[in-house]
């Protein structure tokens, strides 16, 4: 699967479970685990609870998700 076909929602973090898992609570209210990607644990880019993230859901099983972009 591309990066083309992955569903891009918003949210916000609610809870930080540990090892780069988060618990976000979507604007059409739905709660998704998300991992942080790659790119932001490269970079170094925390995140915390209540900061508005990016996520990229697979349209397969929109229960959890990565973490792809911190606003």
Request: with cysteine; net charge positive.
């Amino acid at each position: 699967m591309s990066k083309d076909d992955l569903i891009q929602l918003e949210g916000t973090v609610t809870r930080v479970l540990g090892g780069g898992t988060m618990e976000i609570q979507c604007d059409n209210n739905i709660t998704i685990r998300g991992v942080l990607s790659g790119r932001m644990k490269k970079h170094r880019i925390r995140v915390l609870v209540g900061d508005r993230v990016q996520v990229s859901v697979s349209p397969y099983d929109t229960s959890h998700g990565l973490i792809t972009y911190r606003f």
